[in-house]
């Protein structure tokens, strides 16, 4: 029997790359492990030492609140990212597949899991959790991302972009119940949620179309990850604004140290400056040098920090408000 000849360098090569791709599952493995044992405990880490009481449940919630809030990411980001890609002239035909259904059917299942948490903890049924504020709204969110799902599996699937508008909307609700202007709080959600969901499920459709045109279209790619970096400038501004004027609006200056909520936000800001900074040197490489795998790489790094800043912005919905703290 004749034997095919494979070259050697081949076969040298070959080896290097299958290391290369068991080391990035492996990687990818132990970073996922940490993000759910993160989410399970940081609320209980945060508010230790601090008298505030148990919240019921925080890391359940907490996990199911991070699946969907990236939920929400992927599916807008990927929205506003394609868009982005098809104003491009002469670009690739090219299109990564799209994860549009499965993130959206994953948000509906996150919300469903909160409802039913919620249930657990107020020893109530499920039609009588629909009937509270917080059950109803989740029930919204959950209907309105099976709706932005069947939306993406249509032929339509820019029509998702009024669900999912829906899902935003309730979300602000349901995090703002406190007696103190709930209005404003709930508006500021809204601008700084969806800001956060176009940048970080934006970022990730754009380096996953440039992956796939590096060959093909390496100018269209340097112009996606160029227009992508000036419609973040934008992004992070409304970021800063709304996140800004949240924090003053939540936390009595007093309770900084002494909360879970002022521990969680410092927390916050120190991951959102390594996120700045990344982001910056990744436009600051992309403007210096033509070949766009350069700034790709460090937009990588900026897409893993800002994975973190949603695990924590997770968290910070789930720990109790500091007021009462400051006025007891």
């Known amino acids: 029997m004749l034997r095919s000849r494979v070259p050697a360098t081949a076969r040298r090569g070959s080896a290097p790359a299958r290391r290369r791709s068991a080391a990035a599952v492996l990687i990818t493995a132990v970073a996922?492990?940490?993000?759910?044992?993160?989410?399970?405990?940081?609320?209980?880490?945060?508010?230790?030492?601090?008298?505030?009481?148990?919240?019921?449940?925080?890391?359940?919630?907490?996990?199911?609140?991070?699946?969907?809030?990236?939920?929400?990411?992927?599916?807008?980001?990927?929205?506003?990212?394609?868009?982005?890609?098809?104003?491009?002239?002469?670009?690739?035909?090219?299109?990564?597949?799209g994860w549009a259904t499965a993130a959206s059917v994953a948000g509906a299942l996150a919300a469903a899991g909160q409802i039913v948490r919620l249930a657990r903890v107020s020893d109530l049924g499920l039609v009588e959790t629909y009937g509270t504020r917080e059950g109803g709204l989740l029930l919204l969110i959950a209907n309105g991302f099976a709706l932005a799902a069947c939306c993406a599996a249509s032929r339509r699937p820019a029509l998702a972009a009024a669900p999912l508008a829906l899902v935003i909307g309730a979300e602000a609700l349901r995090a703002h119940?406190?007696?103190?202007?709930?209005?404003?709080?709930?508006?500021?959600?809204?601008?700084?949620?969806?800001?956060?969901?176009?940048?970080?499920?934006?970022?990730?459709?754009?380096?996953?179309?440039?992956?796939?045109?590096?060959?093909?279209?390496?100018?269209?790619?340097?112009?996606?990850?160029?227009?992508?970096?000036?419609?973040?400038?934008?992004?992070?501004?409304?970021?800063?604004?709304?996140?800004?004027?949240?924090?003053?609006?939540?936390?009595?200056?007093?309770?900084?140290?002494?909360?879970a909520y002022g521990r969680t936000l410092l927390i916050k800001l120190v991951l959102v400056a390594v996120v700045s900074a990344l982001a910056l040197g990744a436009r600051r490489r992309l403007a210096a040098d033509p070949d766009p795998a350069v700034a790709r790489r460090r937009a990588r790094r900026e897409l893993v920090a800002l994975a973190a800043v949603v695990l924590v912005s997770a968290v910070l919905t789930v720990v109790p408000d500091p007021h009462w703290l400051s006025t007891r």
């Open 177 to 259: 119940p406190e007696a103190y202007s709930p209005a404003v709080g709930a508006a500021l959600t809204v601008v700084h949620l969806t800001a956060a969901s176009l940048w970080c499920g934006g970022l990730l459709h754009v380096l996953r179309t440039m992956r796939l045109w590096r060959r093909t279209g390496p100018g269209a790619a340097r112009a996606l990850l160029g227009r992508y970096a000036r419609l973040a400038g934008w992004l992070y501004a409304a970021l800063a604004v709304t996140g800004t004027f949240s924090a003053l609006r939540r936390l009595p200056p007093d309770t900084v140290l002494t909360s």
């Open 32 to 97: 996922c492990l940490l993000a759910v044992a993160a989410a399970l405990l940081g609320a209980t880490a945060v508010a230790r030492g601090t008298g505030e009481l148990r919240i019921p449940g925080a890391g359940t919630a907490t996990l199911l609140r991070t699946v969907l809030f990236g939920a929400l990411a992927v599916h807008l980001g990927g929205l506003a990212a394609t868009a982005l890609a098809r104003s491009l002239p002469g670009r690739p035909e090219s299109a990564p597949r």
